[in-house]
């Protein structure tokens, strides 16, 4: 098995692709270990040194690394390691069936043309780079857009400028109502 590491805007995360399908249902974030004890693989990333956050996109593996860890090319192969010994041993990503984010209830028809818009262009580009973006809230009185930073995204020094110089822009572009994207924490 052959996985490739590109980097990311975030230095603090990189990007591993192992070539197959990782996480087809849905994008899944862990930012402890004990929220990774639902997933094999990303319970045994957490428990490698420097290892603060892991991401599943379709078809990657993010891994964040702490401000204090050792650099990358010494995490590199024990986080190499751990991905091939998952793959290979046929091991399901998760537990349980991961827990969704999905709102309950009708979008109004605003909230839904900003969620199209979000998941046909948005969230395709972010994926390149490692992360994602989520809708959280948008207020239909102030224009207000909020949306959550996943992965490679979050903490990223380029995602206030992503936010604004980027969606907010196509946002207001594609739907009138959104006067400002703000992200949240």
């Keep these: 098995m052959f996985i490739q590491t590109e980097p990311t805007p975030n230095p603090q995360v990189l990007k591993f692709l192992p070539g197959r399908d990782v996480a087809p249902q849905g994008v899944q974030e862990y930012r402890t270990i004990d929220e990774a004890a639902v997933s094999p693989l990303a319970e045994a990333l957490f428990e490698l040194e420097g290892v603060e956050g892991v991401f599943f996109g379709a078809d990657y593996v993010s891994v964040t690394r702490g401000l204090q860890a050792p650099d990358w090319t010494a995490m590199k192969a024990p986080i190499l390691s751990v991905i091939m010994d998952h793959f290979v041993s046929g091991a399901p990503l998760t537990r349980d069936a991961p827990a969704t ?72 572009h594609y739907v009138p109502e959104v006067t400002s994207v703000e992200q949240v924490v």
């Design 101 to 172: 984010a999905e709102d309950v209830g009708e979008d109004s028809e605003i909230v839904a043309e900003i969620k199209g818009l979000l998941d046909s262009r948005i969230r395709p580009a972010v994926a390149q780079d490692g992360g994602d973006i989520l809708f959280d809230h948008f207020d239909e009185e102030t224009g207000i857009l909020r949306l959550r930073m996943r992965g490679a995204c979050s903490g990223c020094p380029s995602s206030s400028a992503t936010l604004k110089a980027g969606v907010e822009q196509m946002m207001r």
